[in-house]
Each structure stands twice: as structure tokens, then as C-alpha cells.
């Protein structure tokens, strides 16, 4: 895996302290149809909630557990992934660990996992946790993750 220098951008978005993402929210972050979340959460995968427009939504904890199982599924061995490295990812962040001057942010962008190392300090200042929608930006060797909007 090649490793990539990474930079934090912070764009405006939603409120961090208590994500909520409507059904169709979560599956374009997933890759997935309108469809297939729906389905999903009558199967009894994740636990319906209410965003504060009254849609039936999944909160972002709960989005981030979907991401990581999905991830772990097997990419489709019929067809090649059409990934440029200089696109950029919407995602959620699945994972965050920190120590006293570096933080590692992981996030799921539909079938692919992107893993960062910014500094603990940018993590703090743009609230990045479990659940929080960011954009990883790709070019070359250089990873720049910002919060989405």
C-alpha cells in the first residue's frame, strides 16, 4: 500500500455532535441504491431513526459500522474499479485514534478505505469522529480529507 501525506480541509456541513443521515444520504456515502438501504434496514441491519426534517434516517455510528462491513466485501471480480488518483472521495469516518501530537483518521468511501495521519490538533479542531461525512482528497502522493457539506 503506498502511504500518503495527508492535509485536513474543513468545509461546512452538518452538525458533528449528533449526525443523522437520511436513507438516501447514507447509501450514496455506501455506493449503494436508495433501494438496497431500504432493505437493509427492514432486514433489521441498523436501527431507523428520525432526521430533524421528520425523513426516516440511520445515525452516523450506525452508518460507519455499514461502511466497514461493506468495505470488507469481496470488490466484484468482473469489473475493474474506475478510481482516478486525482478524484476525490466522499466518505465516513470509521475510525479515529489519536495520541498526544498525531491522530490516525480512517474512512470508508464506498468500496474503498482511506486511512490518514494528520495532527491531533487538526483532528480536534474540525470535531472528526466515528460517524462525521468528510471528503478525501486524492492526487498523486498527496491525501488532503476535509468535512463534507
Not at 17 to 45: P, V
Not at 81 to 93: D, K, T, V, Y
Request: hydrophobic share 40%; charged share 20%; proline share 3%.
Amino acid at each position: 500500500m503506498p502511504k500518503f501525506n495527508c492535509k485536513i480541509i474543513r468545509i461546512r456541513g452538518y452538525n458533528h455532535a449528533m449526525a443523522t443521515y437520511k436513507l438516501s444520504e447514507a447509501a450514496e456515502l455506501l455506493g449503494i441504491s436508495d433501494d438496497t438501504i431500504r432493505r437493509w434496514a427492514d432486514q433489521g441491519r441498523f436501527t431507523t431513526c428520525h432526521t430533524t426534517q421528520g425523513t426516516a434516517g440511520i445515525s452516523g455510528e450506525q452508518l460507519a459500522k455499514l461502511a466497514l462491513e461493506a468495505a470488507a466485501l469481496p470488490p466484484d471480480a468482473d469489473r475493474p474499479r474506475e478510481a482516478s488518483l486525482r478524484n476525490h472521495l466522499r466518505g465516513i469516518i470509521t475510525g479515529v485514534t489519536k495520541d498526544t501530537v498525531m491522530a490516525q483518521i480512517e474512512m470508508c468511501c464506498g468500496p474503498y478505505r482511506i486511512v490518514s495521519l494528520i495532527s491531533r490538533e487538526a483532528a480536534d479542531d474540525l470535531g472528526l469522529q466515528v460517524g462525521v461525512v468528510a471528503v478525501a482528497h486524492i492526487k498523486s502522493t498527496n491525501v488532503s480529507i476535509g468535512l463534507s457539506s
